[in-house]
Protein backbone atom coordinates (compact mmCIF):
# COMPACT_ATOMS: atom_id res chain seq x y z
CA UNK A 1 0.00 0.00 0.00
CA UNK A 2 1.32 3.39 -0.85
CA UNK A 3 3.06 5.62 1.95
CA UNK A 4 2.31 2.58 4.54
CA UNK A 5 5.26 2.99 6.75
CA UNK A 6 5.42 0.39 9.94
CA UNK A 7 7.50 0.12 12.67
CA UNK A 8 7.62 -3.51 14.95
CA UNK A 9 8.18 -2.82 18.48
CA UNK A 10 10.68 -5.71 19.40
CA UNK A 11 12.67 -4.65 22.34
CA UNK A 12 11.01 -6.47 24.54
CA UNK A 13 13.03 -7.99 27.77
CA UNK A 14 10.87 -10.91 27.73
CA UNK A 15 11.16 -11.54 31.46
CA UNK A 16 7.77 -13.50 31.52
CA UNK A 17 9.11 -15.73 29.44
CA UNK A 18 12.13 -16.89 31.20
CA UNK A 19 12.51 -20.62 31.27
CA UNK A 20 10.18 -20.91 28.27
CA UNK A 21 12.55 -19.87 25.47
CA UNK A 22 16.65 -19.75 25.87
CA UNK A 23 18.06 -16.85 27.09
CA UNK A 24 20.17 -15.95 24.13
CA UNK A 25 16.97 -15.23 22.39
CA UNK A 26 14.93 -12.14 22.78
CA UNK A 27 10.73 -12.52 23.21
CA UNK A 28 10.18 -12.33 19.27
CA UNK A 29 12.94 -14.72 17.97
CA UNK A 30 10.10 -16.99 20.52
CA UNK A 31 11.14 -20.82 18.12
CA UNK A 32 7.20 -21.91 16.72
CA UNK A 33 8.40 -24.39 14.32
CA UNK A 34 11.44 -25.58 13.71
CA UNK A 35 13.92 -23.03 12.86
CA UNK A 36 10.79 -20.62 12.25
CA UNK A 37 10.66 -17.54 14.86
CA UNK A 38 7.73 -15.77 15.81
CA UNK A 39 9.36 -12.83 13.64
CA UNK A 40 9.22 -14.26 10.78
CA UNK A 41 5.59 -15.04 11.05
CA UNK A 42 4.88 -11.55 11.69
CA UNK A 43 7.12 -10.21 9.38
CA UNK A 44 5.51 -12.71 6.52
CA UNK A 45 2.05 -11.56 7.47
CA UNK A 46 2.95 -7.45 7.50
CA UNK A 47 4.55 -7.89 4.21
CA UNK A 48 1.52 -8.85 2.75
CA UNK A 49 0.48 -5.38 2.93
CA UNK A 50 2.85 -4.57 0.97
CA UNK A 51 4.27 -1.11 2.72
CA UNK A 52 6.63 1.06 1.91
CA UNK A 53 8.83 0.19 4.43
CA UNK A 54 9.31 -1.89 7.43
CA UNK A 55 11.75 -1.03 10.64
CA UNK A 56 12.38 -3.12 13.38
CA UNK A 57 12.71 -1.10 16.70
CA UNK A 58 14.85 -3.31 18.72
CA UNK A 59 16.62 -2.96 22.17
CA UNK A 60 17.19 -6.16 24.62
CA UNK A 61 19.39 -8.63 22.60
CA UNK A 62 19.48 -6.40 19.36
CA UNK A 63 22.31 -7.84 18.13
CA UNK A 64 20.71 -11.29 17.51
CA UNK A 65 17.78 -9.87 15.68
CA UNK A 66 20.14 -8.38 13.37
CA UNK A 67 21.55 -11.80 13.01
CA UNK A 68 18.71 -12.98 11.90
CA UNK A 69 17.16 -10.70 10.01
CA UNK A 70 20.31 -10.89 7.68
CA UNK A 71 18.14 -13.17 5.03
CA UNK A 72 15.77 -10.22 5.09
CA UNK A 73 16.14 -7.75 1.96
CA UNK A 74 14.76 -4.31 2.70
CA UNK A 75 14.24 -4.16 6.56
CA UNK A 76 16.15 -1.67 9.17
CA UNK A 77 16.61 -2.28 12.29
CA UNK A 78 16.91 0.54 14.63
CA UNK A 79 18.44 0.16 18.43
CA UNK A 80 16.35 1.72 21.06
CA UNK A 81 18.92 3.30 23.58
CA UNK A 82 16.55 4.63 25.99
CA UNK A 83 14.78 1.92 26.55
CA UNK A 84 11.78 4.39 27.74
CA UNK A 85 8.56 2.51 26.39
CA UNK A 86 7.49 1.67 23.46
CA UNK A 87 5.29 4.52 23.31
CA UNK A 88 7.83 6.94 23.65
CA UNK A 89 9.96 4.97 21.13
CA UNK A 90 7.18 5.38 18.60
CA UNK A 91 6.92 8.78 19.24
CA UNK A 92 10.71 8.95 17.82
CA UNK A 93 9.89 6.72 15.14
CA UNK A 94 6.93 9.15 13.97
CA UNK A 95 9.15 11.92 13.67
CA UNK A 96 11.59 10.12 11.43
CA UNK A 97 8.91 8.84 9.07
CA UNK A 98 8.82 10.05 5.49
CA UNK A 99 4.83 9.86 6.05
CA UNK A 100 2.64 11.69 7.92
CA UNK A 101 0.78 8.46 9.22
CA UNK A 102 2.81 5.96 11.00
CA UNK A 103 1.71 2.10 11.69
CA UNK A 104 3.12 1.17 14.81
CA UNK A 105 2.93 -3.02 15.54
CA UNK A 106 4.23 -4.86 18.54
CA UNK A 107 6.27 -7.38 17.93
CA UNK A 108 4.98 -10.14 20.35
CA UNK A 109 1.33 -9.86 18.81
CA UNK A 110 -0.28 -11.76 15.90
CA UNK A 111 -3.41 -11.80 14.05
CA UNK A 112 -4.47 -13.46 11.18
CA UNK A 113 -5.67 -10.49 8.91
CA UNK A 114 -3.78 -6.59 10.04
CA UNK A 115 -6.11 -5.10 7.93
CA UNK A 116 -3.84 -2.41 7.76
CA UNK A 117 -5.30 -0.53 4.57
CA UNK A 118 -9.01 -0.10 6.61
CA UNK A 119 -7.48 0.80 9.72
CA UNK A 120 -5.07 3.48 7.30
CA UNK A 121 -8.88 4.56 5.57
CA UNK A 122 -10.40 4.92 9.26
CA UNK A 123 -7.96 6.97 10.48
CA UNK A 124 -7.64 9.43 7.59
CA UNK A 125 -11.38 9.77 8.14
CA UNK A 126 -11.49 10.51 11.63
CA UNK A 127 -10.80 14.22 12.45
CA UNK A 128 -8.45 15.45 15.00
CA UNK A 129 -7.42 11.95 15.42
CA UNK A 130 -4.00 11.41 17.10
CA UNK A 131 -3.83 7.91 17.30
CA UNK A 132 -5.89 4.66 15.98
CA UNK A 133 -5.73 1.58 17.98
CA UNK A 134 -7.00 -1.83 16.46
CA UNK A 135 -9.06 -3.44 19.62
CA UNK A 136 -11.02 -6.34 20.35
CA UNK A 137 -14.82 -6.17 20.71
CA UNK A 138 -14.04 -5.24 25.22
CA UNK A 139 -12.09 -2.35 24.22
CA UNK A 140 -8.62 -4.08 24.21
CA UNK A 141 -5.51 -3.00 22.36
CA UNK A 142 -4.49 -5.47 19.77
CA UNK A 143 -1.39 -4.44 18.93
CA UNK A 144 -1.49 -2.15 15.79
CA UNK A 145 -1.61 1.69 16.26
CA UNK A 146 -1.61 4.56 13.79
CA UNK A 147 0.23 7.79 14.78
CA UNK A 148 -0.55 10.66 12.93
CA UNK A 149 2.20 13.67 12.74
CA UNK A 150 -0.11 16.26 12.18
CA UNK A 151 -2.40 15.57 15.40
CA UNK A 152 0.54 14.61 17.65
CA UNK A 153 3.20 16.84 17.21
CA UNK A 154 0.25 19.98 17.29
CA UNK A 155 0.25 18.95 21.19
CA UNK A 156 2.46 21.44 23.04
CA UNK A 157 3.51 18.57 25.80
CA UNK A 158 3.41 15.91 23.54
CA UNK A 159 7.07 14.62 24.51
CA UNK A 160 5.71 14.03 28.19
CA UNK A 161 2.61 12.23 27.28
CA UNK A 162 4.70 9.77 25.43
CA UNK A 163 7.60 9.66 27.78
CA UNK A 164 7.94 6.43 29.94
CA UNK A 165 4.76 4.69 28.76
CA UNK A 166 3.78 1.89 26.89
CA UNK A 167 1.57 0.92 23.82
CA UNK A 168 -1.21 -0.20 25.87
CA UNK A 169 -4.44 0.71 27.45
CA UNK A 170 -3.60 3.05 29.93
CA UNK A 171 -1.56 4.83 27.10
CA UNK A 172 -4.53 5.40 25.17
CA UNK A 173 -6.93 7.25 28.19
CA UNK A 174 -3.60 9.15 28.57
CA UNK A 175 -3.58 10.29 25.30
CA UNK A 176 -7.52 11.44 25.27
CA UNK A 177 -7.12 13.32 28.60
CA UNK A 178 -3.98 15.14 26.69
CA UNK A 179 -4.18 15.07 22.95
CA UNK A 180 -7.50 14.52 21.81
CA UNK A 181 -9.92 11.51 20.87
CA UNK A 182 -8.22 8.42 20.25
CA UNK A 183 -9.99 6.54 17.47
CA UNK A 184 -10.74 2.80 17.55
CA UNK A 185 -11.37 0.10 15.46
CA UNK A 186 -12.85 -2.64 16.93
CA UNK A 187 -11.84 -6.09 15.38
CA UNK A 188 -12.99 -9.59 16.22
CA UNK A 189 -11.08 -13.13 15.15
CA UNK A 190 -7.78 -15.53 16.01
CA UNK A 191 -5.18 -12.62 18.29
CA UNK A 192 -2.19 -14.06 19.93
CA UNK A 193 -0.26 -12.16 22.76
CA UNK A 194 3.25 -14.51 23.49
CA UNK A 195 4.04 -12.95 26.58
CA UNK A 196 3.48 -15.45 28.90
CA UNK A 197 4.91 -19.15 28.30
CA UNK A 198 0.89 -20.67 27.96
CA UNK A 199 0.40 -17.81 25.76
CA UNK A 200 3.47 -19.13 23.65
CA UNK A 201 2.33 -22.74 24.11
CA UNK A 202 -1.27 -21.33 22.90
CA UNK A 203 0.24 -19.61 19.21
CA UNK A 204 2.24 -22.80 18.64
CA UNK A 205 -0.34 -24.87 19.18
CA UNK A 206 -2.68 -22.48 16.60
CA UNK A 207 0.53 -22.01 14.11
CA UNK A 208 1.01 -26.32 14.40
CA UNK A 209 -3.13 -26.27 13.21
CA UNK A 210 -2.93 -24.58 10.13
CA UNK A 211 0.14 -26.95 9.10
CA UNK A 212 2.81 -24.56 8.38
CA UNK A 213 5.52 -26.22 9.49
CA UNK A 214 8.68 -23.77 8.06
CA UNK A 215 8.51 -20.07 6.52
CA UNK A 216 11.23 -18.57 3.82
CA UNK A 217 12.23 -15.22 3.93
CA UNK A 218 10.23 -13.38 0.75
CA UNK A 219 13.00 -11.42 -0.36
CA UNK A 220 16.12 -13.31 0.37
CA UNK A 221 19.59 -11.35 0.21
CA UNK A 222 22.90 -12.27 -1.97
CA UNK A 223 24.86 -12.07 1.37
CA UNK A 224 22.20 -14.51 3.22
CA UNK A 225 25.42 -16.28 4.95
CA UNK A 226 26.80 -12.68 6.28
CA UNK A 227 26.68 -11.92 9.99
CA UNK A 228 26.68 -8.10 9.70
CA UNK A 229 22.74 -8.15 9.62
CA UNK A 230 20.78 -5.51 7.92
CA UNK A 231 21.47 -1.48 7.57
CA UNK A 232 21.52 -0.40 11.65
CA UNK A 233 21.58 2.65 13.36
CA UNK A 234 21.03 3.40 16.67
CA UNK A 235 18.47 5.99 18.27
CA UNK A 236 18.02 8.22 21.34
CA UNK A 237 14.87 8.55 21.93
CA UNK A 238 -15.82 -10.92 13.64
CA UNK A 239 -17.44 -7.51 14.46
CA UNK A 240 -15.44 -4.50 12.59
CA UNK A 241 -16.25 -0.94 13.37
CA UNK A 242 -14.76 2.32 15.06
CA UNK A 243 -15.68 4.75 17.81
CA UNK A 244 -14.12 7.08 19.69
CA UNK A 245 -14.51 5.51 23.86
CA UNK A 246 -13.28 2.03 24.14
CA UNK A 247 -16.04 -0.58 25.27
Not at 50 to 71: C, E, F, Q
Not at 205 to 213: A, E, H
Amino acid sequence: MKGLEIVVMCGGLGTRLAGAIPPSLPKCLAPIAGETTFLDILIEGLRRERPDRITLATGHLGATVRKHMVVYDGIECVEDTERGGTAQCALHHLKLANTNNLVVVNGDTWQENFDLELIMSRHRAATQTPITASVTSEGLPRGIFVLSKQFVFRTLNHEAVFQGQNLDAKFLFRVQRHMGPVNFHFKDGPFYDIGTPKDLEDFRSYWKSRGVLRLSPAHPTESASSAEGPTTRPTTSSTEGQSSQPR
